[in-house]
């Protein structure tokens, strides 16, 4: 009796796979490339952990996960790109802090709405901010810089990767904390953005630490503070922005995936599961740590909370700091 009833169900299961294609679709799911959109250029921290993340769920998952950056509008390009999407989970975001929960303070007109266009898949790494300056800058502390751009209000530019960046708005809360003023210039990504501050062209760069770890072990960027609560292992001797007298500066930059909204739940959670165990695998961890970065394994859940405990934070800060909204 009950090899009838269960060979019944499975007939009535395949009978349902048969009549709706995308219950099949994501039973078979991936079986074709899949995308992984870069909000950012190329050479700048979220590519790095963006192709970092797509090699290793391309030997997991079994289908080549290609990255496409699709920079400008401190990410609300690539993200509006996932957004309008098919929701077949072959087109994914690398979500970042500054496009999930800062740009939608600060812009108006953003072509999607963080809150409801975006299914959060799961949390990957983060990343410590710092201060970097170029090698031209009249300052070798952090209270040298202040005291340089009190003195001297917008003389020192202050690059970013874009308005509403995270690094842009690290250094929003930095003039606000200090008291020190810097000519804010926003690039379409922080790979342009370093390489000007490698030149000179802007002095103050407030950075994802992965981003200029090479120049800083090359002397060609010195790097004044962590805008970490605690010091970064990778660079050990620098303080903290509390420790050098900035204080209520913590800015630590997180990463990870996202779909567009009304993607199968059975698709989401296979990629989840795959994001999840990528994140905690030794050899990830490893290869993190040589970028300067750690790993951040969380659920859909997970995201979607920090998500809007990084919403409620920014908001207070842009409140605070009267950071105009266009």
Do not use: C, M
């Given at each position: 009796m009950f090899k009838v009833k269960a060979l019944s169900f499975a007939a009535a299961l395949t009978?349902?796979?048969?009549?709706?294609?995308?219950?099949?679709?994501?039973?078979?799911y991936p079986s074709k490339p899949i995308t992984l959109v870069v909000p950012f250029a190329p050479g700048g921290t979220v590519n790095l952990m963006g192709r970092l993340l797509a090699n290793r769920m391309s030997e997991t998952l079994g289908q080549t996960v290609i990255v496409e950056n699709k920079p400008g509008g401190g990410g609300s390009i690539g993200a509006n790109f996932v957004a309008k999407a098919a929701p077949?989970?072959?087109?994914?975001?690398l979500a970042t802090m500054g496009q999930q929960s800062i740009q939608p303070l600060i812009s108006k007109s953003l072509p999607y709405n963080a809150d409801k266009d975006f299914a959060p898949v799961a949390l990957f790494s983060t990343v410590p901010n710092?201060?970097?300056?170029?090698?031209?800058?009249p300052a070798t502390t952090v209270a040298e810089l202040v005291a340089y751009g009190k003195a001297n209000p917008g003389k020192l530019n202050m690059a970013s990767a874009g308005i509403g960046s995270v690094n842009h708005m690290t250094g929003e809360l930095f003039m606000f904390r200090s008291g020190a003023r810097f000519e804010h210039v926003p690039y379409r990504g922080a790979g342009p953005a370093t390489s000007d501050l490698l030149s000179g062209q802007v002095q103050v760069l407030f950075a994802n630490l992965p981003n200029?770890?090479?120049?800083?072990?090359?002397?060609?960027?010195?790097?004044l503070a962590v805008a970490s609560?605690?010091?970064?292992?990778?660079?050990?001797?620098?303080p903290t922005l509390a420790e050098a007298g900035v204080k209520n500066a913590v800015v630590?930059?997180?990463y990870g995936v996202m779909a567009p909204a009304g993607t199968d739940p059975q698709v989401l959670r296979k990629l989840q599961d795959t994001v999840v165990a990528l994140a905690r695998d030794k050899a990830m961890e490893e290869q993190l740590a040589e970028q300067g970065a750690v790993p951040?394994?969380?659920s859909s859940e997970d995201l979607a909370k920090l998500s809007a405990e990084e919403t409620r934070r920014w908001k207070q800060i842009i409140d605070s700091a009267k950071i105009q909204v266009n």
């Open positions: 009978a349902a796979i048969s009549l709706n294609p995308l219950a099949h679709a994501a039973s078979d077949d989970g072959y087109t994914l975001l710092v201060l970097a300056v170029s090698k031209n800058t200029v770890l090479p120049y800083v072990n090359s002397g060609q960027v010195r790097v609560d605690k010091r970064s292992d990778a660079i050990a001797d620098i630590e930059s997180w951040f394994p969380g």
